[in-house]
Structure formats: structure tokens, C-alpha cells
């Protein structure tokens, strides 16, 4: 569930936080006067990065038929379409210390290979739908807000706007006489804009290099996917287009476990 989801996540900071206690401990004050590191390092400043990550969410949707009654058509119209995935991408943001608190603004964009596929039944078993969902890229834009347990550790809450550009690939088969044939291939892209929110730790290991582990839940409104395409007969393709099979009441929910390496400007 999703406590187990977080697990490895609140681990990964755990080890952060032991880590550097760890660190402080060995060096004592030796780092103060080093070349690397100053005994009071400065959080303000924009800073730019990139992170890897995995993600795990699901995708609601009610399958509708043009002119048709959903409910004449489905057994349960209501469906959940499970995806996750890796990713990579970018962020850019600026930070403001004032004593031990540390407040600021974050963009970041990213892409991944996030997908999930699913194959459902008409109430006669003779049609189904396989559809091929992904999510091509998403991003956020971010208040954050933290305090410095240490000089060189923050913990931070974040929160704010997210959207994702996805794809859905939408396959029907036919088996009216024993004979399973694909008899539309179409495609819908769409976009779907929320809120986000989550938590995270970062460790400066520099005076302008910091590492960090982050946990988001994105949250994205309904979007109404409307498939586009051609029709096909005994697996040969037609060239008649075909728009009549959509995807309404669409919401997207996932969750973002992920690690970032940021460079900031300035001293």
C-alpha cells in the first residue's frame, strides 16, 4: 500500500540524517577551516540540478461507446489502469535562508518511461478494449519551506501546481465467431493539470553542491481522452478514420520517490 511505498523513501532519509551525524562526528571542527566546506554555509541563491526517480500511480476512467449507453455496453464502465516507471529530468530553483529556515521556489520537469496497459471486456465477451496508457512528461511548479536540523542538512515540506502530458493507445478486438480480428487502432493525447505536495532532505556535501531524496504525490483533474484512428478488418488496416470510442471522467493520481543533485550559484 502506500505505506509500503514510502518505505524506502523515509529509509533514504534516515540514512541521510545518520550519515552526516556520522560525518560531524569523525571530523569534528577540522571542516571549519577547510577549502571546501565553511562553518556556515549559505542556503540562498538559484541553483539548478537533475534527478532520477520511480514512479507508481493509477489512472480512473469510464469507458464509453459513441451513442451508446455505457451500461448496455460494460459490465463495470468504471475502470483503474495501475502504471509506474523510471524517470529522469531537471529542475531550477531559488532558495532564501534566515537563520535555521530556508524558503523558496522550484520548477522541474520530467521524463520517463511510465506506463501501463489493460484489456476489458464487453458484457458479451465478443469486443474488448486494450488500452496502452503513459505518461510522455510532467512537471511541477513548487513552494518549498524547511528548517536546518544541522548547518548542512535540511528536512522541507513542498507544495504546489502539476501537470502531465499523457498518451493512450486503444485497441478493439472483435470475436463474434471464434476469430479474434483488431478492428480499430486509434490514439488520444491529452493534458491534465492538479497539485502536488510532498516532503524531502537535503544535504549540502559543498559549499555550492547539495544531494537530496524527495517523496511528491501528484494529484491531476479529469481530462476526457477521445480516441482517434482507423479501422481495421482481419488484422489489415482500413483507410477509414474512425473517432468513436472515448475515455470520460479521467482522473490521474501517482506518486514520485526520487534523488537530485543540485549546483548553486553564489557563495
Keep these: 500500500g502506500f505505506v509500503m511505498r514510502l518505505t524506502p523513501f523515509i529509509g533514504a532519509l534516515a540514512c541521510l540524517g545518520l550519515s552526516s551525524a556520522a560525518a560531524a562526528a569523525d571530523l569534528g571542527g577540522s571542516l571549519k577551516d577547510g577549502p571546501i566546506l565553511a562553518a556556515h554555509p549559505n542556503w540562498s541563491g538559484l541553483y539548478i540540478g537533475g534527478h532520477v526517480g520511480w514512479a507508481t500511480g493509477e489512472w480512473d476512467g469510464s469507458l464509453r461507446t459513441a451513442g451508446d449507453n455505457p451500461n448496455d455496453v460494460w459490465d463495470n464502465p468504471n475502470q483503474s489502469y495501475d502504471f509506474d516507471g523510471w524517470l529522469g529530468g531537471l529542475q531550477i530553483g531559488a532558495n532564501r535562508q534566515h537563520g535555521s529556515f530556508v524558503w523558496g521556489i522550484e520548477a522541474d520537469a520530467s521524463w520517463g518511461d ?119 478488418s482481419q488484422n489489415q488496416q482500413f483507410d477509414t478514420p474512425v473517432a468513436t470510442d472515448s475515455i470520460t471522467n479521467t482522473s490521474l493520481k501517482f506518486d514520485v520517490f526520487r534523488f537530485g543533485v543540485n549546483y548553486k550559484f553564489g557563495n
Excluded at 164 to 185: C, E, I, R, S, Y
Design 114 to 232: 511510465l506506463e501501463g496497459s489493460k484489456e476489458v471486456f464487453t458484457k458479451t465477451e465478443a469486443v474488448s478494449w486494450i488500452d496502452d496508457f503513459s505518461i510522455d512528461a510532467f512537471g511541477t511548479v513548487r513552494g518549498r519551506l524547511g528548517v536546518l536540523v544541522s548547518p548542512r542538512l535540511l528536512l522541507y515540506g513542498t507544495g504546489g501546481l502539476a501537470w502531465a502530458k499523457t498518451d493512450l493507445k486503444h485497441t478493439v478486438v472483435d470475436d463474434p465467431l471464434g476469430n479474434p480480428g483488431v478492428t480499430v487502432k486509434a490514439s488520444a493525447d491529452e493534458y491534465h493539470l492538479g497539485w502536488v505536495a510532498g516532503a524531502g532532505g537535503e544535504y549540502m556535501i559543498a559549499d555550492n553542491w547539495t544531494i537530496r531524496g524527495e517523496w511528491l504525490h501528484v494529484d491531476l483533474g479529469e481530462a476526457r481522452y477521445h480516441a482517434v484512428g482507423m479501422q481495421w
